[in-house]
């Protein structure tokens, strides 16, 4: 029989600098007097490296089971069970040694292999296990799926899932083909479309509600009781009883698999590879074939793992996991000052999601002030009514909810802020406004307290300019909705000291969001970003170019949603003063739009369905459009304003590196990815840019060297 290390050369005889997970192999003795192999998987690091399954750790993993394979033969053993390190079974694949592979050839022997391993697993000749004791992501939780019977620790953390089509790949060790038969079609497509799409992981009791495992025990006697219930099972006295797929099941299979791609496309578009690679797979599950499955998942994870999608997927995915946790240019967090209570200016939506974030992340006393009482009042109602809602729904119990409405408090008059550590505005965008109330509640502060403006485009050192201690503001820009977008753009004036920059950084670190410095310049990151793709859209129709065909020319950025459809998100006036601010700033490289101006009077641009869902440009607003074309204007085609968009995109993007708005192309990146969605297949804006040559295009170069790209042979 050829080894496993010689059928899989390719892949064995790789130069890596794989973390080998081992396959720990120890007898255990049942409490009837049976023996079980249990093979723990264990990568010798503590809790922060856990088990990954490389190319070298799946061929001893595979030379372990077929070891255990031929003791099972002579009668050693009754059976086979896999486990891991405490609260770990297994990370999934080790993406950083996939991103190594040369070529399609190497790359298709990666889900070969996972195969040949996890289907010594099938037909062992004794009963095989899986222990889940705890994280099982991606290739982890499918070990699970591939072993004929499954148990899982209740008191592991959230941390089940399979995660791939977010990463630019599919379930491809058995997943996509294993789960629709174990649980149903539309269980599944949760599990694999819905919930990466979401960034959704599953928990202990919702992996056996589902039936993806068999027993759920405690995480004090875990072990212990799986081998006994597995006992049970080699012996005949326990059986499982598992959901049928029946013909009604598979009757409704194809419809759901539909419904699932329509959401797709309406969702995320038709850019992305994976979810719709995946949705083939599982689609083709419906005729429990499982080697035809396992041969479409060799094939789609050959194509994905090298393709441009997947490695940008992963630059993504390490901005997110890696850069976002060590700022670039953060100081010493040892500088930083306590926040043991907030004062928050304005009692208005934006200021409400403010005070209930800090109370629920910081824990600390907060007071609101607005310009009379009735506003404040409002205010702490709506407020209560939000902690309200979250103890209804399970996220607090009721002794969090009273104490975060007894840290409450309102009031107009500013001297109540005295005992402030950490001040923030979040009052309309008008300059003098801003920098009238900074300068009234500096009086009443102590000199160690923190400012924070949230303007998302006025100049911050111009908001300090009435400050005595301009040192002491620091700009903190949340997206909406406050609770849900994870990004805060820093802004550092040329006056914001290290103390209040650390605090910034330190606090949104508090607030579960993830910081990026920037200059005090227009827009900052986001904005400016988005001001210019918004722009260009809007100028292309008063040129006369349709909708449709400004809609299909920003497709390839494969954006969530088109520009059209995210100015009416952001509200027309914030998207008209927006262009305003940039076109004040940057009048050779930034439109402003008339027309906008006008549909945001006149409240109107995209017609929704009776679910508040887009279906395209209402009437209206193509008329108000209209009106704006000059005569003689030229419509742009759909590859020229692709090529505007791009370059113009590139162009700006270097502009700010130039300027050093942040620190490396990558901080661009997190913030749009953080900040705007934009998607993971694309690595954000710069690696896209890049790729289609408009780097090349717009400056003769590119930000990244070598691109971000799959390997080309």
């Not at 402003?592 to 549909?599: E, R, Y």
């Amino acid at each position: 029989m050829v080894s496993l290390r010689a059928e899989f050369s390719l892949l064995a005889n790789l130069e890596t600098d794989e973390v080998v997970s081992r396959s720990h192999v120890r007898d255990v003795r049942t409490p009837s007097g049976r023996t079980i192999a249990l093979i723990t998987l264990d990568n010798g690091r503590d809790h922060k490296r856990p088990n990954t399954l490389g190319p070298l750790t799946m061929i001893e993993f595979g030379e372990t089971i077929e070891a255990q394979r031929e003791r099972a033969k002579r009668g050693v053993i009754q059976g086979i069970a896999v486990t891991g390190k405490p609260f770990i079974l297994a990370a999934g694949a080790d993406l950083s040694q996939a991103q190594e592979l040369p070529d399609r050839a190497t790359a298709q022997q990666l889900p070969q292999l996972g195969h040949r391993v996890y289907s010594l697993l099938h037909d062992a000749g004794v009963p095989t296990f899986a222990f889940v004791n705890g994280m099982a992501l991606g290739g982890g939780l499918e070990i699970a799926l591939n072993a004929n019977y499954r148990t899982v620790n209740a008191g592991a953390p959230r941390a089940f899932a399979l995660p791939e089509i977010s990463l630019g790949l599919v379930p491809g060790w058995g997943g996509a083909t294993i789960l629709p038969n174990l649980i149903g079609i539309e269980n599944a497509l949760k599990v694999i479309i819905e919930n990466p799409l979401k960034q959704r992981v599953l928990d202990g009791q919702q992996l056996h509600d589902l039936g993806i495992v068999d027993e759920i025990f405690p995480g004090s006697t875990f072990l212990e009781q799986s081998i006994a219930w597995a006992d049970r099972i080699i012996g005949g006295e326990t059986r499982v009883d598992r959901k049928k797929i029946g013909m009604v099941e598979k009757a409704k299979w194809d419809v759901a698999v539909g419904i699932a791609k329509k959401t797709l496309e309406s969702k995320i578009g038709t850019v992305p590879v994976a979810p719709y690679r995946a949705l083939d797979i599982i689609k083709e599950a419906k005729k429990g074939d499982i080697q035809h499955g396992f041969e479409l998942e060799d094939e789609a994870l050959a194509d994905l793992i090298v393709s441009d999608q997947f490695h940008a997927s992963i630059y993504a995915f390490n901005l997110v996991q890696k850069r976002a946790k060590r700022p670039a240019g953060a100081p010493d967090k040892e500088l930083a000052k306590p926040v043991s209570k907030v004062g928050i200016i304005g009692a208005g939506l934006m200021a409400s999601q403010f005070a209930l974030l800090f109370l629920r992340r910081l824990q600390v006393p907060v007071v609101i002030t607005d310009l009379d009482q009735a506003r404040v009042d409002a205010a702490i109602e709506g407020i209560h009514g939000e902690i309200d809602k979250l103890h209804g729904k399970g996220r607090i119990d009721e002794d969090t909810a009273n104490r975060l409405k007894g840290l409450l408090s309102g009031t107009v008059d500013k001297a109540d802020f005295a005992d402030c550590d950490w001040v923030i505005e979040a009052v309309f965008e008008e300059l003098t406004l801003k920098q009238d109330i900074f300068a009234e509640v500096e009086q009443h502060l102590s000199p160690e307290a923190v400012l924070a403006t949230n303007t998302s485009s006025l100049s911050v050192e111009q908001i300090g300019a009435k400050l005595k201690h301009p040192e002491r503001l620091v700009g903190f820009h949340f997206f909406n909705p406050v609770a849900i977008m994870p990004l805060v753009e820093v802004v550092k004036t040329p006056h914001t000291d290290d103390a209040t920059l650390s605090t910034a950084m330190v606090t949104a670190k508090n607030l579960k969001k993830n910081a990026v410095i920037t200059r005090d310049t227009p827009g900052f990151v986001v904005n400016r970003v988005l001001a210019k793709m918004l722009g260009e859209a809007m100028h292309a129709v008063e040129q006369g170019t349709p909708f449709e065909t400004v809609v299909a020319a920003a497709r390839p950025l494969g954006l969530p949603m088109d520009p059209f459809v995210l100015l009416d998100l952001v509200g027309l006036k914030v998207g008209a003063h927006v262009l305003d601010t940039h076109h004040a700033a940057f009048p050779d490289r930034f439109f402003q739009s008339d027309a906008l101006h006008a549909l945001a009077e006149a409240n109107v641009l995209v017609e929704k369905d009776s679910k508040g869902e887009p279906k395209g440009i209402d009437k209206r607003a193509l008329k108000i459009v209209g009106k704006h074309i000059p005569k003689g204007a030229t419509p742009y085609s759909e590859d020229e304003l692709r090529n505007r968009l791009e370059e113009g995109l590139a162009d700006e993007i270097k502009r700010m590196l130039d300027d050093d708005v942040v620190a490396a192309a990558e901080d661009i990146d997190l913030c749009m990815i953080l900040g705007a969605a934009w998607p993971f297949h694309a690595g954000g804006a710069t690696p896209y840019l890049d790729r289609v040559g408009a780097s090349e295009r717009a400056f003769g170069g590119t930000f990244h060297s070598p691109r971000i790209e799959g390997p080309k042979s």
